[in-house]
């Protein structure tokens, strides 16, 4: 159990562009989680996956978000045209069917200059 | 979920047990309290959840009031390592699983 991957740690991007984000969660879990934080503040809920199928997304993921999990193992969150607004920590969780922990992985923190 | 209230900050001496109170009194009867924690620049970390008992881990003790209303973290021997963000959050247990976090405390450990 290596526990939850994030990749890349740091981006930094101009506004404008698309990033994309990988998380790998740990082997055994099939739901997966992403969140978003600011500074200062606690983690929002962005997305929610059960194996390969989107549950549910909130509203804090615009048209400009998208996120997938195609074999329902990593998972990988897009953002295009990105604004100076989506900076953030990106955080993935994983968590296994019955159980209630969530484990988190170290996040990717996105700049946008 | 249920909105939770926390001090915004706590303090605490190395090798003293650590209180965190969590005020969460909309809870309904199916939901769970959860405790993370957070060390900066890092993800949250799971530390105990409870519904209506009280439950002690390796970590933690949770302590839930009778009437579901509030509940108390308590690390039982601080170490400054245990310097944090703790968030109490009260929500739908394992069928979803949807974490809603609010500000949190934050807990200092002073040698």
């Known amino acids: 159990d290596t526990g939850v991957s994030q990749n890349p740690r740091h981006k930094i991007t101009k506004r404008g562009q698309n990033v994309t984000f990988r998380c790998d969660p740990i082997s055994e879990h099939n739901r997966l989680y992403w969140y978003r934080q600011t500074l200062g503040q606690g983690p929002e809920f962005l997305t929610y996956?059960?194996?390969?199928?989107?549950?549910?997304k909130s509203r804090l993921l615009s048209d400009r978000f998208s996120a997938e999990r195609p074999k329902g193992s990593f998972s990988t969150l897009e953002i295009q045209r990105t604004e100076q607004g989506d900076s953030a920590m990106y955080l993935c969780a994983s968590r296994q069917t019955g159980a209630h922990e969530q484990y988190f992985g170290p996040g990717t923190r996105l700049t946008v200059t | 979920d249920a909105k939770t209230t926390q001090p915004p900050s706590m303090d605490c001496a190395e090798g003293r047990a650590a209180n965190l109170p969590c005020n969460h009194s909309?809870?309904?009867?199916?939901?769970?309290v959860y405790w993370y924690r957070q060390i900066h620049s890092q993800g949250p970390q799971y530390i105990i959840h409870g519904l209506k008992n009280n439950e002690t881990n390796e970590m933690a003790s949770l302590i839930i009031t009778e009437d579901r209303k509030s509940s108390t973290l308590i690390l039982p021997h601080a170490t400054l390592r245990d310097t944090a963000v703790y968030y109490c959050?009260?929500?739908?247990?394992?069928?979803?699983?949807?974490?809603?976090f609010g500000q949190g405390t934050i807990l200092t450990v002073h040698p």
């Open positions: 909309t809870i309904s009867g199916n939901e769970y």
């Open positions: 996956f059960q194996n390969e199928a989107q549950l549910e």
């Open positions: 959050i009260a929500g739908g247990g394992t069928s979803y699983g949807k974490l809603t």
